[in-house]
């Protein structure tokens, strides 16, 4: 790799060799420096405590000075890291690391203290040798010495030696560079993915001619070096055009985040607009002129990199970083935006423009020269912003209206044009048309003309891009506002939060006992997350469930993001609170919490952002604005002719299903077909009238009956609506119908996937009086899709009562198919609802019998579960929607990708009694260590770590191998343990156990 024109270059190295080479390197040790003193000076005790902070948990403690730990502590700029995992137990707190000399379980290489010529053994003598208990008399020699055990002075790699007789004190820094067994990479994610190494960075740092290389020194005077963080966003920010990479200055301008995650997890957002170009932001790889310490003072880790700068402040700086990910950033581009300005702010790109007329908004006119254009009412765009909607169909604000104001329409070459609302009112004679004669508008005129009947020839208008509303009644402003920005971009000033938080209002109470009160998030996210701001419909569950980024910004820079399936619709989670126990925030302080404070049960610590002034949402689940118009399927498109004579004509846009049968190798098509839901009302019997409805139970909420076997509904209905569909049996025939003992998949258009049984495509006599037949609904509410937004979707005629209840779930399909909700407490509620799956395209038909199987997680021994996963089970998990990091991918040497769950998922399922919640995984648990067991085929068994694989995909538990789930002919089958951490997989896992480490 080399470095040009101040960007990287493209990579020469492959990700084989890479990942070979990586392996490799984490396999030598990290003693290069044997016999190296970190720090010989005299024993100079104190009956004084050290305060010193576990990087383990974060709690400081006081520690005796004249105990071993003590002495360390009190040394300054040494670099200690000690965990407290045993603390509770034993009382004591073991040393991990003295500089970057750390604790290493696989290659036995550890830490060990010597006083008088005598190891301790803190851990079998925790009252007499504790490293924080011991107390040392002024005549003692203590020394700790690091490497493989048995240790002495001259075995150990790294050694600090404390002594009577020594006058002085002196810590021996480490190299001057990394050397090649500190061997580190970094991820950069964006429109692509890199992999950045330390000999790329270092070699980077030090190009010729470049300004790579920035160096900034804090307040104690540290002078940090590295590369700015803008270059290496420069990497992935675009799909580049030339041979090395450069900074898109356009897509910075526009907006997007970029997230810098620490190894442990921590993370911080930044802005695009902030750090385009900028030296004030760093990833800096050195302090001093040497490499990072392992960790921090405070015990934070630290190495290989940390973000500083002059713009860096508190929770902004992350050390540790192991990747950099941008967020916000859309792989392509609408070929133009139309925005809007009016009491609300919307951009509208060329296919929700597109989508608006074919939901029947749409008119045409055809000039004096016979040219005809088609396009948008300007009407229907002004009603889009004139007010804060309570409906998804826009509709002219009557009070705005009959205020009046105007309408100032932006086009090519600074030109404007000025039209009155009196004048436009639901008049279909002032057009913005994107079309003429059938083809979209090119060449100068583009993308937007404004014309029509009533649009004289003098105010014809090309190249519109904005449409202002001026003169609309303004809001109080009142001392302070939030920026809401999402599909839509709303300001909410004080007056307006304060009355809605009366309306709308959330709660919560901290540890002090302080409570504070404002807005529950999910509401505030309800008014930007479609176009629909208020009412019943406010917030959208769909979107919310297919997921999308939210970025809470306070005004000073610090940034947060959270997921929306994190936040779900709790009004005590997560909170933007404007008063604490009844008064106005605190305006005192370096960073002051006023005017907004998120605050809830599930912000911590660095993730409570004050003086919140903006909450942007991005990275929709389909990676572009939602399209959430719901006009009916009766609306008609209107053509004027210069005479004003109306035309009308169906509308034309109809999804579809694609319906593909699979040979036995799950991969080869053996035939396919793709129908609408016009096509299936005529040749299909149509499953319901439009009136009659059909009906899923509900969860009963009753952790002692969760199946309803005797059929009382606690839990009432989930969903109950007039449906119209054709049966499913009738789609599959289309490429040849199921055979006994296969299944299908439903796929959705995110990517969900629903598995269904023979037996259940082709129920017998007894379930089809319990569950009936499956079908596919097309018509909910009288409105077909695309207007029918969830469809197609799958419903179930529910047999004798039209009810698919829990009860009938459990009676009639292979319980691999079960579905299920995590409701508080863990309690595992079956979902008959669970299979009520929406956006059906794809329909995948396998001719090759399924081969069922079972996973054994086992963690009893660390305090944990013993929980069989079933196989229908784990395949509904790896394709969930509902939270992330459930699937994950590597490719091999060979090029064989492998997909599946990583194993620090799985080992979260049984590690506590938490089996499903956003903490099921308990993290500090894994980092104190303890060993995960993987058993395969014919005894195949391997040990790992735990604190190795906190929350990496390095380990991955693979069901599916190159596009499809591993066939029972398969060594392979059904899982196997592979991954870039693991040296030796395991084919045919069958059993997970985790086992309490001897350390």
Known sequence: ????????????????????????????????????????????????????????????????????????????????????????????????????????????????????????????????????????????????????????????????????????GTITEGPEKSSGSEEWSLILKGI??????????????????????????????????????????????????????????????????????????WDTTLESAAIARSDAYIIADECNGKPLAKTTDAGKPLWPLALKGSAIFGGQSVGSIASIEITGLAGSESAWNLELNGAVTDKINQEYFTSIQKSGIQVSWTDGDGNKYTG???????????????????????????????????????????????????????????SVNGEKISGADAPLILTGESVSSEQVLSGVFRIELVGLEKPEPGDWSLDLDGVLSITIHQPYFEQAAKCHPGTFTDEEGNEYTGIPLWLLLGWVDDRTPHGSDGFNDNISEAGYRVIIKAGDGYAKDFSSLDIGTSNEDYIIANLINGEPLSTEGDHPPFPLKLVGKKVSGGFSVGNVVRISLTDFGDGSLPNTDDTTSDSIKTEVTPEGEPETSEKTSVPSVRIIAYDTDGKTILNETTVDY?????????????????????????????????????????????????????????????????????????????????????????????????????????????????????????????????????????????????????????????????YVTEIHVFTEPESEWELHLNGTDVGGLDAPIASGYYDSGLVCQFGANHKASYTDTDGTVYEGMPLWFLCGFVDDADQHSN????????????????????????????????RSSDYLIASIKDGVRIPSTDAAFPLMLIGAGVSEPVSGVHSITLTKSDD
Request: net charge negative; glycine share 10%; with cysteine.
């Open 1 to 168: 790799m080399y470095w040009e024109s101040g960007m990287f270059n493209n990579y020469c190295l492959n990700s084989r060799a890479f990942f070979a080479l990586l392996i490799l390197l984490l396999s030598i040790s990290y003693g290069v420096y044997a016999g190296e003193t970190l720090y010989e000076g005299q024993l100079d005790l104190s009956e004084q405590t050290v305060q010193m902070t576990s990087y383990a948990s974060g709690t400081q403690y006081e520690v005796p000075g004249d105990s071993p730990l003590g002495l360390l502590g009190a040394i300054p700029d040494l670099e200690i890291a000690f965990t407290d995992k045993s603390y509770d137990a034993k009382g004591i707190l073991l040393l991990d690391a003295i500089g970057s000399y750390t604790y290493d379980k696989t290659l036995g290489k550890s830490w060990v203290c010597e006083v008088n010529g005598v190891i301790l053994n803190d851990w079998e003598n925790p009252d007499t040798d504790g490293l924080n208990v011991k107390k040392i008399s002024s005549d003692d020699t203590v020394a700790f010495f690091y490497g493989v055990k048995p240790l002495t002075s001259e075995s150990a790699e790294a050694k600090v030696i404390f002594s009577a007789e020594a006058k002085t």
């Open 192 to 265: 692509r993915e890199e992999t950045i190494r330390a000999s790329d960075f270092i070699e980077g740092k030090e190009c010729t001619g470049s300004k790579h290389n920035v160096v900034w020194k804090d307040e104690e005077g540290n002078e940090w070096s590295g590369i700015p963080l803008w270059i290496l966003i420069g990497m992935v920010d675009d799909a580049e055009s030339s041979d090395h990479y450069t900074f898109n200055d356009d897509l910075a301008t526009k907006g997007y985040s970029i997230k810098v995650i620490s190894s442990d997890g």
């Open 376 to 434: 948008v009412p300007l009407w229907y765009l002004a009603a889009m912003v004139d007010d804060i909607a309570i409906s998804s169909e826009p509709g002219l604000s009557k009070d705005a209206a009959k205020a009046g104001y105007s309408l100032i329409i932006h086009g090519a070459e600074g030109k404007t044009e000025t039209l009155q609302i009196g004048d436009i009112s639901k008049s279909d004679g002032y057009i913005i048309a994107d």
């Open 678 to 838: 016009t096509w299936m009302e005529e040749n299909f019997p149509i499953i319901g009238d439009g009136t009659e409805t059909f009906r899923y139970e509900g969860i009963t909420n009753t952790p002692e009956d969760v199946w309803d076997e005797e059929l009382t509904f606690p839990g009432g209905f989930k969903i109950d609506a007039p449906v119209k569909g054709t049966l499913i049996r009738d789609l599959v025939g289309l490429v040849g119908g199921m055979e006994s003992g296969t299944v299908l998949n439903l796929v959705a258009s995110d990517g969900y996937e629903t598995k269904l049984a023979y037996s259940t495509i082709y129920p017998n006599p007894a379930a089809m009086t319990l569950a009936g037949e499956a079908f596919l609904a097309w018509n909910k509410d009288g409105k077909n899709v695309p207007q029918f937004r969830e469809g197609y979707q799958l419903f179930f005629t529910g047999g004798d009562d039209g009810v698919f209840s829990l009860w009938d779930m459990h009676e009639t399909m292979n319980p691999n198919h079960w579905h299920y909700y995590w409701g508080d407490g863990g309690v595992q509620y079956a979902s008959a609802a669970g299979l009520a799956t929406k």
């Open 919 to 950: 903490q099921a995984y308990n993290e500090d648990l894994a980092k104190s260590g303890y060993n995960i067991i993987i058993e395969g085929n014919e005894g195949a068994t391997t040990i790992i770590d735990s604190s190795k694989a906190v």
